[in-house]
């Protein structure tokens, strides 16, 4: 049995429990802090509505799942604050802060390399960005363990995120600030309000270690810990949440039990379909050489990347590793994969090229040309299957 509790320092923060487990069940408490709690405080339920909405602006008639599928995460609304005037350090700056095996959300646009460490994404969840002049947002649902990146335009509008203090199969619901619209992360749909049924264009990102970004992307900026915000930057709040078969908190009915719940799977989505690889089959086999689609496609593994969601201190949380997915066709040659000398490094067997992670070859005839990414991310197998009706898992 683990238990730990991780509160945040400063006036108006959130605190939040984490997780106890036993005889593989656990229950987390998600507590807000400092005057926070339900969002129906203040102000009651209204008609046909079973939450308090006298703080939204939203409107509740326009909708494409029922309201009684939400449930209050404990925060209130933007009681875990987005992050939405980033600051970003050097390499080198950011290398005083965060160790080799730590986690970061990686996203490349229009030639600019940004890292986001998951020791600050953790809590705060959403990060409003700009990117090469395109506005960007980069989210983490830490009870999914997934990490999602997607523009911010949609139909000419710039759109800005916060937090609604909701879950919907314990993934977080978004909202943004000009409609007051809700959004899944997951999925990156609109669900209530005036914007139901809009979709945000999600954007190829990758989660990447420490040492891995460094060396690889040694020109990247990465978010700074000067967030505005005094929070135990480095520390888990949710100790030993990603228990492979502990069962996940305010999840809406049975989880699906082809996998175990919390097994981590990197996911290729397809409107309601998905195409999934378990972790336990990339630790085993990757790469992987495919075709998701009709259109050839590789899943690299890097087993050495830590969990955000394992230890205390994230730094040493136990080897979780993070997934990527590439096109095989390069300057329309068919490439095929094999592991590399070194763990996340890898081979292609047409030129003996030698490929990083991040999908670019750093050594061989090939050295300096990319793959390109096939948007995917890695997350808990039971948040997946929640939102997805067709999944193909592979392995």
């Known amino acids: ?62 909708r494409s799942v029922e309201l009684s599928e939400f449930a209050s995460g404990g925060p209130p609304k933007d009681g875990i604050p987005a992050i939405d005037d980033p600051r970003f350090v050097s390499v080198g700056q950011a290398d005083e802060f965060l160790e080799d095996r730590e986690p970061v959300a990686v996203l490349q646009r229009g030639g600019e390399v940004r890292a986001y460490p998951f020791q600050i994404l953790i809590w705060h969840e959403i990060v409003n960005d700009e990117i090469a002049g395109e506005p960007v947002a980069v989210t983490f649902c830490p009870l999914c363990n997934s990490t999602v990146a997607f523009s911010r335009d949609l139909d000419g509008r710039t759109l800005d995120f916060g937090t609604t203090g909701k879950l919907r199969n314990s993934d ?18 609109a669900i209530v309000g005036e914007l139901t049924g809009a979709k945000l264009e999600i954007l190829p ?45 305010l999840l809406d009915g049975k989880a699906d039990d082809r996998l175990p719940p919390k097994e981590r799977v990197t996911a290729i989505k397809a409107g309601s379909s998905a195409v999934v690889y378990p972790f336990s089959r990339l630790q085993r086999e990757a790469p992987i050489n495919d075709e998701i689609g009709g259109s050839p496609a590789v899943v690299l593994f890097d087993p050495e990347v830590a969990s955000a969601l394992d230890t205390q201190v994230i730094a040493d949380g136990r080897s979780a590793g993070a997934a990527a997915v590439f096109e095989r066709r390069l300057d329309g040659r068919l490439l095929s994969f094999e592991a590399g000398s070194e763990p996340g490094s890898f081979r292609d067997r047409q030129t003996g090229s030698t490929w990083e992670i991040d999908g670019t070859a750093s050594a061989g005839p090939l050295s300096g040309e990319r793959l390109e990414p096939i948007p995917s991310d890695d997350q808990f197998w039971f948040a997946l299957a929640a939102f997805f009706e067709d999944v193909d898992i592979r392995g």
């Open 172 to 189: 977080l619901v978004m909202y943004d600030r000009q409609t007051e619209s809700w959004w899944q992360q997951i999925t990156a749909e």
């Open 1 to 62: 049995m683990r238990l730990s509790v991780l509160s945040a320092v400063s006036s108006g923060s959130v605190r939040r429990t984490g997780v106890l487990l036993a005889a593989g069940v656990a229950a987390l408490a998600i507590l807000a802090g400092c005057g926070g709690g339900d969002s129906t405080s203040g102000g009651g339920e209204s008609a046909g509505i079973p939450f308090g909405t006298a703080e939204w602006q939203t409107d509740f008639s326009q």
């Open 205 to 249: 990102s990758q989660t990447l270690s420490w040492g891995d970004l460094r060396t690889q992307h040694p020109e990247a900026t990465v978010l700074s810990r000067e967030t505005g915000f005094s929070r135990e930057y480095g520390s888990n709040p949710y100790v030993g949440y990603d228990d492979p078969d502990s069962q996940p908190f």
